[in-house]
């Protein structure tokens, strides 16, 4: 390099080789004044930065709370309650969003739990249609509280529902057209190979879990049509008026005979779909005076002088005939052993559940059955039914079938049609896969424990660019840890807000059909700081401006470097940072 009067010009340079070369003979401005141009810039952009630092907490900084874990399942299957990244709950800020407040102040019923059936069906696939190894993997899916869902209540069908691969059987089964009103030829050796074992392995593995049993219908002896069928021709099939005692009698041999292996009933009903007698499958007419008559004089004395505690529960059928259950319970002499309602999800609305606890708050509300899925029969999807029972009040939700085959059975007579259980098992092969169901059951069954209670969620609901149709139900368990349950109805993704207590909230967004749990403790972690970008600590801040910083004269020297082609600027930028940011192989930092 050589100097012309007042101007730099220089040629090959051994440091910027082929690049000086095509500079050559190019006019520079002295490098001096380069130099104080540059100083300018940096001292503005460094000041810049510290005006910046100083003032943006007074604005953007936000104090962060409980840590929220989070659980996603989406209708594309790419989310099976897949466990999302921490959220933190931060100070209360005012949006347009749907909002959901939670107020564990106020509670409302206990939970006794969630689960399915198991009927002769599902026992014979997951008893004999699998290998062992696989039996205790599906076992410990549906009722382990850690490796599984955490099921806590199961459903037993005394005798044959429609759901048997046994054929049709009761526990006194005798010739019709004989008598046994001693009940000497009761026996539930039926239930030992496969549905008592199973049932044992439950309770080990989960030793919250209850049991409670429904008849589809007494020996057929004790009916008038002389079988185990709803209606036999023209003839339907009612209890014979000489069998109330003994039915009665028939349910505490049962009980006994349980609890005597270790299996103690928590809940029976009378009997299965009262209303619904059906001549292709297991039933009995029982209508409201009927099994009012039943429980007064029979059933309810004869477990109590059996000092058997199983609850009695009435109905046993669907949302859409309410009358059956207040007619029962308006008689005060049945009423005194009823312990709430059993409903069915396949007709009604859910809300009638609500307007009998109003009429009878001391009597407690039970979803028993509901088979739903993409080819169920009910009319909606599991997690619905159990967002929408538990918030009218159920203290638990029963779905259909555990276990069914790839065809949906097997069954007997036309059944339940197109229903799902929470396991599909391949007879042919012995493998099994979960349906929707189970996933759905899972959202509630796996954190919301027995004992827990419903508290206040109200909704403040978006009305623009559109309504949202969001749902949600909120628990606090035993241990003060709170669960909130939303789900996303809509074709669209939907952004909402948690607010807990009026103080603290988040933010999510939730995909078009997607599920999501959210669980935290009851007590705010230790508070830290978090700047513009939330969930970035303030460590992270500061590295991020010194990057900014670093960025910026990168980019200047790139500039001068440009107009004046002066490439010994950057060399020295690059030295300078070589000398005071030296290259460190560390980890980069951990945003939460």
Not at 155 to 170: E, L, N, Q, V, W
Request: net charge neutral; with cysteine.
């Amino acid at each position: 390099m050589y100097r012309e009067k007042n101007r730099y010009v220089y040629r090959d340079d051994e440091r910027y080789g082929h690049l000086a070369m095509h500079f050559h003979k190019r006019t520079v401005t002295p490098s001096g004044q380069i130099k104080a141009q540059f100083q300018r810039y940096c001292w503005l952009a460094l000041a810049a930065v510290v005006l910046v630092m100083l003032f943006l907490p007074f604005f953007h900084v936000k104090t962060l709370g409980a840590e929220v874990s989070a659980w996603l399942t989406t209708a594309d299957g790419a989310n099976k309650l897949t466990s999302q990244p921490l959220i933190y709950f931060s100070s209360e800020r005012s949006s347009f969003l749907t909002t959901f407040d939670i107020d564990e102040q106020q509670k409302m019923q206990q939970i006794d739990g969630f689960g399915a059936a198991m009927t002769d069906t599902s026992a014979q696939l997951i008893g004999m249609a699998i290998d062992q190894v696989r039996r205790d993997q599906l076992m410990h899916a549906l009722f382990d509280p850690l490796k599984g869902l955490g099921m806590s209540i199961v459903r037993i069908p005394m005798g044959a529902s429609d759901f048997t691969a046994s054929g049709m059987y009761s526990y006194d089964d005798i010739d019709p057209i004989q008598q046994d009103p001693d009940l000497q030829q009761f026996s539930i050796a039926h239930d030992t190979p496969s549905i008592i074992p199973l049932l044992k392995q439950a309770m080990q593995l989960n030793p919250q879990v209850r049991y409670m049993a429904t008849p589809w219908s007494p020996p057929a002896w004790m009916k008038t049509n002389a079988s185990l069928l709803g209606t036999s021709g023209e003839q339907r099939g009612d209890l014979t008026a000489s069998a109330y005692k003994t039915l009665a009698a028939y349910f505490v041999k049962f009980l006994q005979a349980y609890q005597e292996l270790g299996l103690p009933l928590y809940a029976i009903t009378p009997q299965n779909e009262p209303l619904s007698p059906v001549e292709t499958y297991p039933g009995m007419n029982f209508p409201a005076l009927d099994e009012t008559s039943f429980i007064k004089n029979n059933l309810g004395p004869a477990l109590e002088e059996a000092n058997l505690a199983a609850k009695i529960l009435i109905y046993d059928q669907n949302w859409d005939q309410p009358g059956y259950p207040l007619k029962v319970l308006s008689d005060p002499s049945a009423q005194r052993y009823v312990a709430g309602t059993a409903w069915h999800c396949y007709a009604g609305d859910p809300s009638v559940m609500t307007k009998i606890h109003q009429t009878y708050p001391s009597k407690d509300t039970y979803v028993t059955e509901c088979s739903t899925g993409q080819s169920g029969i009910a009319p909606l999807s599991a997690i619905e039914l159990l967002i929408r029972s538990t918030q009218n009040w159920a203290k638990s939700v029963v779905l259909w079938n555990i276990a069914l085959d790839t065809s949906g059975g097997p069954k007997v007579g036309i059944g339940c049609e197109g229903c799902t259980g929470l396991v599909t098992i391949d007879q042919a092969t012995g493998q099994y896969s979960y349906t929707e169901n189970y996933y759905h059951l899972a959202h509630l069954s796996k954190f919301v424990v027995p004992g827990a209670y419903r508290i206040a969620s109200t909704v403040t609901r978006a009305s623009f660019p559109y309504d949202s149709p969001l749902e949600e139900v909120a628990f606090q368990n035993p241990d003060g840890s709170k669960v909130v349950v939303v789900y996303n109805p809509s074709s669209w993704s939907d952004t909402f807000k948690i607010r807990w207590n009026a103080a603290h909230s988040f933010f999510y967004t939730l995909p078009s059909k997607g599920i999501v749990t959210f669980k935290w403790t009851r007590k705010l972690s230790a508070s830290h700081i978090t700047t513009l970008w939330e969930g970035r600590s303030t460590q992270s801040w500061f590295l991020l401006m010194g990057y900014f910083f670093s960025l910026f004269g990168l980019v200047a020297s790139l500039f001068f470097v440009r107009q004046q082609r002066d490439f010994r600027l950057l060399d020295q930028w690059f030295t300078f940072c070589g000398e005071y940011f030296p290259v460190q192989a560390r980890s980069p930092p951990t945003y939460r």
